[in-house]
């Protein structure tokens, strides 16, 4: 199969690899040369993701048997034109423009299918968004429609912090959507994602729960498995079987929840693509990485089961510098640990605050995760973007 990879970083580098190992031929797109996916692929692209001309004539260059994508930022509509050229669209074209707009999604999740999410409000101008503040009330959450790895988020407390968090998300969205979504902070006792798998001939599945821990929305560390009641699983997958059924297709998706110990379980998000806190899968905590459930699931190949082999955790190597040509000190220090791999995403240029690579750690089942959490952090921190 020839399969077309819209965004390639760092979660798509993973699922390139696990594609090569079926033999499949597969063409990473993003809007800057080199990146991660781009180094492990058969061809590559450059063209920006929300330029539909250049989208489809990309297409109509490849003609690919299977369009993936990996970012939010895509000119998504006109992958409905894909799927009536006979393309498929992973997991579909409705999951993606769906999933790709937090008010899509919200709408679908919440008042389609009653889904238990934060109140919200909408805002495409200032002053609807101190109007929607006064609605939820203080403190709250403000998020771009459309944005990845908490690009333009942040946690509002009080009246005289309105116009800078509203700066920020207009600097942090992408796309060409500019409203926000302002959502009530839930006062919850832990978050999770639920890797949940749909395929093409088969049941959903579900794996381990995994604990992540984020910051600005987004992800720094993972582990898994969480410590998730019985009664808190059951609603969390059924939550996340409504939902991924709801947007059809086979593949992958990261669903986010909150946990509150008194209120209950909360829907929050939805990706359909891996997730960045499953990168603690590549420990080998699964019989099948996040990476490789996918491929599996968007070859149309059958999964018959997702185990628990081990425990796990993930924390990120972030860059403190701005390079051109970023060089890591401290890999050594990692490699020496036992248990421990070092993955170094081997993206071009490094930003301040940008993931540049994750550690992840395992032990045996039956040990408790958090010192295993306390070593992968301790190790992530000793490497060094120069």
């Known amino acids: 199969m020839k399969i077309m990879l819209l965004g390639s970083g760092e979660l798509g580098k993973e699922?390139?690899?696990?594609?090569?190992?079926?033999?499949?031929?597969v063409i990473a797109c993003d809007s800057y040369a080199g990146a991660p996916a781009m180094q492990v692929a058969d061809e590559c692209e450059v063209f920006p993701m929300l330029d539909g001309d250049a989208l489809m004539a990309a297409v109509m260059k490849h003609k690919p048997d299977i369009i993936v994508p990996e970012i939010e930022a895509i000119r998504t509509e006109r992958l409905y034109d894909c799927e009536r050229m006979g393309i498929q669209v992973v997991p579909s074209a409705r999951a993606v423009n769906y999933t790709m707009n937090r008010k899509a999604i919200r709408e679908l999740a919440h008042t389609e299918l009653g889904l238990k999410t934060a109140n919200y409000r909408y805002a495409s101008t200032f002053d609807e968004f101190v109007a929607a503040?006064?609605?939820?009330?203080?403190?709250?959450?403000?998020?771009?429609?459309?944005?990845?790895?908490?690009?333009?988020?942040?946690?509002?407390d009080s009246p005289d912090q309105l116009q800078a968090a509203w700066d920020q998300a207009a600097r942090g969205a992408r796309g060409d959507i500019k409203e926000v979504i302002v959502e009530q902070f839930i006062h919850f006792d832990s978050e999770i994602t639920l890797l949940t798998v749909t395929q093409h001939q088969g049941p959903t599945l579900f794996c381990p729960p995994i604990g992540h821990v984020q910051k600005g929305g987004d992800y720094r560390e993972s582990y898994q498995p969480a410590i998730v009641s019985p009664e808190q699983l059951a609603q969390a997958q059924q939550m996340a079987a409504k939902v991924t059924e709801a947007l059809t297709g086979a593949g992958i998706w990261?669903?986010?929840f909150f946990l509150s110990?008194?209120?209950?379980?909360?829907?929050s998000e939805l990706s359909p693509r891996p997730h960045d806190t499953g990168m603690v899968t590549l420990a080998g905590t699964q019989n099948l990485s996040e990476f490789e459930l996918h491929c599996r699931a968007v070859l149309h190949l059958p999964i018959p089961q997702i185990t628990l082999e081990r425990i796990g955790a993930s924390a990120v190597i972030l860059s403190g510098v701005e390079s051109e040509h970023p060089e890591y000190e401290g890999c050594a220090d990692v490699c020496a640990a036992t248990n421990t791999y070092l993955r170094i995403f081997g993206k071009p240029v490094a930003h301040v605050g940008r993931r540049m690579g994750v550690v992840v750690c395992y032990d045996q089942l039956g040990q408790p995760t958090t010192p295993l959490r306390d070593k992968c952090k301790a190790l992530a921190a000793k490497v060094t973007v120069k």
């Open 254 to 256: 990261g669903v986010e």
């Open 261 to 267: 110990n008194t209120d209950g379980v909360y829907f």
């Open 15 to 25: 699922f390139v690899i696990a594609c090569k190992r079926k033999g499949q031929y």
């Open 133 to 156: 503040a006064q609605v939820i009330g203080y403190p709250f959450i403000v998020k771009p429609l459309m944005s990845s790895s908490g690009h333009g988020q942040s946690k509002v």
